[in-house]
């Protein structure tokens, strides 16, 4: 059996034998660590950053004055919870010591290690970690750009266009049709769309059972297919017409003043449509200097650290962490992990071996959820996966509902330790 | 007056507080263990429990299960992701040994 002091062994070299050596400082450690991007990813590497290390300067960069989560904005859009609940404020971490900067980024000089900010500051740092999220890609369906989402709302960043989504649902008369495009992998929160579906499915079925929901989809499968399928099947039987993208699925243009949708061989004009378009890391990313042809960011899968340019990590959706999927959970994880392996390197010592895990729980219905799981390894900086799973076919209604309850208790646990 | 000032500092390293204490929160199981956190709160919630508490065996035992037992719940799934050495090594970081950890 291993006790505490043998698991600290591997540390023994320290706090045991090298009494008179250098010790690493790490509650002396006043480097200047900078953070762009205050979601799940960037809040929780500048919380653990604050905890291990208390006299390091610590600032986080977000325009916004709020976070609104995306994780169950899709109950907002079905009209079962409201859009309060999504929201954060920042000043939990402010409570902390971090130093919440309410300006955007817009650029980064990786050599001078500044950043330039709208505000017209400067801030210069020692590491700069960036958790920037994603950008839509205005106009890769033709006539999507930003003035389109009015009429055809996204509603794939949480806020305004969650609420805009929900109230033309509200509009629609019984009978309507509501169309949802899906773009092609990869995109942040891969079974997001899918949950969606469904519980705009569980709003039509309730309010307005005439109604039908079209899924134009680019990709011909997708996360947890078989349980959302049977999902539609029993649940809201003959309401959702899921079409993949070698039968038609893929939408190649819209025109929103018209409310026109168009595929290859057909147009639509359905009385909601919900464009998801693709995606890639938001633009500071490529201003760092950091993204690759992909348009997303390599890192090296231990330490978070860019392949690209010294001294700055990326977490999160921008990144390139295939097997992990782009999720609020996996940027909480990867920002703790990639904060205490900053705070290592800055100790003098080397990166630790790391695991990451991921869960990802999709609402059924109101109340039963089912979920997938993954265990990913990093070695050589590299992930790979170790293990996971999606939850069983055919489970009982129990089942869903406890796992409706973990989602619960997993958006308060990830929450809280991301905004305090 | 430098070099005596000096000699100050590096006392203060040397006597200030507690090296292995500031060395914990980045030890290598640390990192191991820091993905715990993100579902289990330092509270007892609706379906997922805190950690607080749980003795090392406690938690060791619970993680194997986890490990061979038949159920496909997301922590059956996540705890399979793991060794035996690193499970050992979660419980004992974890785990309430009385010692007021």
Redesign the interface.
Known sequence: M???R???A??GA??LTS?WL???????NRASIAIIGGGFGGASAAM?LR??LPDAKITLIEPNPTYTACPFSNLVIAGLRSLDQQVFSYDGLRSQGIEVVATRATDVDPTQRVIETEAGTQISYDRLILSPGVDLIWDAIEGYDQSATQRMPHAWKAGSQTTLLRDQLRATEDGGVVVMSVPAAPYRCPPGPYERASLIAHYLKTEKPRSKLIILDAKDSFSKQALFEETWETLYPGMIDWRPGSFDGRVTRVDANAGTVFTDFETLTPAVSNIIPPQRAAEIAMRAGVTDSTGWCPINAQTFASTLQPNIYVIGDATIAAPMPKSA?AA??QG??CA??I??DL?G?PP??????N?C?SHAAPEAAF?I????GTDGGIFSS????T??LGASADMRA??A??A???Y???T??AFG | MIRTFALILSLG??G??S??S???????????A??C?????PDD????VSLDGYS?DALRQSLLLYQTDEG???MH??A???SAD?I??IA??LGD?GEG?
Do not use: M
Not at chain 1, 22 to 28: E, S, Y
Not at chain 1, 352 to 357: G, I, K
Not at chain 1, 373 to 376: D, N, P, Q
Not at chain 2, 45 to 48: F, G, K, L, M, V
């Open positions: 291993t006790s505490r043998d698991v600290l591997g540390l320290f706090s009494a250098p010790r690493p400082a790490v509650a002396r653990t905890t291990v959970f909480n994880a703790k992990i205490l392996q705070a290592r100790a010592l630790a071996p790391s695991v990451l895990s869960t729980y979920s799981s993954g265990v990913y170790r293990a996971g799973g939850s069983d406890r796992e309850l973990e619960v208790d997993w308060s646990a990830v809280k330790e | 390293l040397v200030c507080g090296p292995s500031d060395l914990d929160s980045i030890n290598e199981v640390a990192i191991l820091a993905t956190s993100g579902c289990h709160a919630a609706q379906a997922i090392v496909n719940s997301a799934r996540i399979r992701g793991y690193e050992e090594q004992t970081y040994t950890l």
